[in-house]
């Protein structure tokens, strides 16, 4: 692409605007040289942003209680970065003019700092980028980064799992307490908010989510983190009603998570998900240069899958050995 | 576990209904050995069945427009296997209990088997167990396996690349014409559904959806697969209504696979995306064994990560070669 990497991360050095926005590019893309460079240029400045993750199904309005979070966090003076990705969404273009839309709630304030992802273009999905990201808005010296994702799921968990904090958000009538159930958010929830708590239902979903909860605790294993109960809070987030409750609650998770080593766990935790994932990323990149061109390896084994005369496992076997000579 | 496998593969060739599910258990569990010599032996029985995928978010009603396709293939004569998929839900308990239930409508029909797959268990996902619990139940005899996956979102998408034909259910009122557009399930729906369509909004819905379908054509390339234009139908699966009409254009679909050879292209496909996945979970296993026991090499790495001594990326490339050197 012929961008000049060392001028971005210098520009990013100096805070300016335009060298994020195209670093952020550079990770969306995925073009893995470049990637690497970025990465390995900014990792020795990242590591003090408190990273902050908010998921929800499509409709509970997560947008806007995000929007609301940030606001506060900018009035007690933090600098924010929000990232707001989609793993539902192939597209990026119409998520770059609702990134226009939501800057102009915050008034071109430049303590804030408003970014889409979408899962175009990456191997490795939405789970191998949004880190990259994170390491991208960290080094350039945001307090808060949170990370905002659509989607009720595997891939959602994951992201989440990029964050020291992870926000449920959930609305009455969506059948969430349910859906919160069976996505395993519960074990990742550290603290749950019941947005649109003016409807009717919000009730019922509280103590529906709380039952739940109490049936996990019961259930669960002595060997889970003590002393963290998340709570469940309620807002209003277009109102901008009980806002400083759930910014409450996020300041005081960081604390637990400072005091009691938690948060070093995590954060070590996460490193080792992103050298896995990078490692697998780069076996990905591997076989599909062996699957190019005109000696496409896996043309070749699934042919014979297909003939009968390999099972898959042993085609992928051959695959392995091909794959070790290619970069041993 | 001390299971026979030589035993169930035995079994399953005489019919055995135990046998069957005992089978799909070693593949959800993922215990890779048993699941090797699973592979390896049904494979070269695999290879008949027609492979139907149902997708769609919750609440659109895919289990009763399952229900009444499977029914309506049963009535044909066919034998019909249902494997449904949550990609949204770690646990399968439950869901055993839904299969009971499920089965009940269909009135202990031994034509129709049921069985649910949570993700639970998975290094690889579902999407790594989904095509491999298929060879099970093409190698069963299944005349037609229906894949009835759950959300929205990539995993759903790659589930529905396992299946010769893709049916996309959406309800009236749920922001699903949006929904299709951004999950980029309009690239793989060979037929889509609108259920509940006595609902209102069926009518709008409709019309969006055709309106992106029309645009998504203009603007896709040449190379596109010509000859088939995806069909929008109304169904109100509860009282069995449009039903038939669903049916006709699944096998309409599959006469247009079998005529213009656009079928043997997407088995191969398939295939070559079995074979690469069982290889990149080959890779995982190794990672993982790695980063096990007391010589934990992740944690080492991660470690080096967070003093800043290594960048994510050469940490990867330390894990690359110790992995290397673990199975060359």
Redesign the interface.
């Known amino acids: 692409m012929g961008v000049d990497l060392g001028a971005l991360v210098d520009g990013l050095g100096r805070g300016e605007r335009r060298a994020l926005a195209r670093l952020l590019t550079v990770v969306e893309d995925g073009a893995v040289d470049q990637?690497?460079e970025v990465?390995?240029a900014l990792?020795?400045r990242a590591?003090r942003a408190r990273v902050l993750g908010i998921s929800g199904s499509?409709?509970v309005g997560k947008s806007t209680l995000t929007d609301a979070v940030a606001t506060r966090f900018r009035a007690a003076g933090r600098s924010v970065a929000i990232l707001a990705v989609?793993?539902?969404?192939?597209?990026s273009g119409g998520a770059l003019l609702g990134d226009r839309i939501r800057m102009q709630g915050h008034h071109a304030d430049h303590g804030v700092f408003i970014r889409s992802m979408a899962?175009r273009g990456h191997l490795g999905?939405l789970s191998f980028a949004t880190p990259q990201a994170v390491?991208v808005l960290d080094a350039a010296g945001f307090d808060d980064v949170i990370i905002e994702t659509v989607?009720?799921?595997?891939?959602e968990v994951e992201i989440a799992a990029t964050a020291d904090t992870t926000l449920i958000a959930l609305a009455p009538g969506m059948?969430d307490g349910v859906?919160a159930a069976?996505?395993?958010i519960l074990e990742v929830a550290d603290v749950f908010v019941i947005n649109k708590a003016d409807a009717s239902g919000a009730g019922k979903l509280e103590s529906e989510l709380r039952g739940m909860l109490e049936l996990g605790h019961a259930t669960a294993g002595a060997d889970d983190a003590p002393g963290w109960w998340p709570p469940i809070l309620r807002t209003v987030a277009v109102r901008g009603e009980g806002i400083g409750e759930v910014v409450d609650a996020i300041d005081r998770h960081t604390a637990h998570l400072d005091a009691g080593g938690e948060g070093v766990a995590r954060?070590?935790a996460r490193?080792?998900h992103?050298?896995?994932e990078?490692?697998?990323?780069?076996?990905?990149r591997t076989?599909s240069r062996l699957?190019a061109g005109e000696d496409d390896l896996?043309?070749t084994?699934?042919?014979r899958?297909?003939r009968?005369e390999l099972?898959?496992?042993?085609?992928?076997?051959e695959?392995?050995v091909a794959?070790?000579a290619a970069?041993?």
Do not use: N
């Not at 989609?86 to 597209?91: A, E, I, T």
């Not at 990078?278 to 990905?284: C, F, H, N, Q, V």
């Open positions: 990637l690497r990465i390995g990792h020795p590591g499509p409709g989609d793993p539902s969404s192939p597209f899962s999905g390491v989607g009720v799921g595997q891939s059948g859906q069976k996505a395993g954060r070590h490193v080792r992103l050298v896995r990078l490692a697998l990323e780069s076996t990905r076989f699957a896996l043309d084994l699934a042919s899958v297909e009968r099972d898959p496992y042993a085609a992928a076997d695959l392995l794959s070790r970069t041993g």
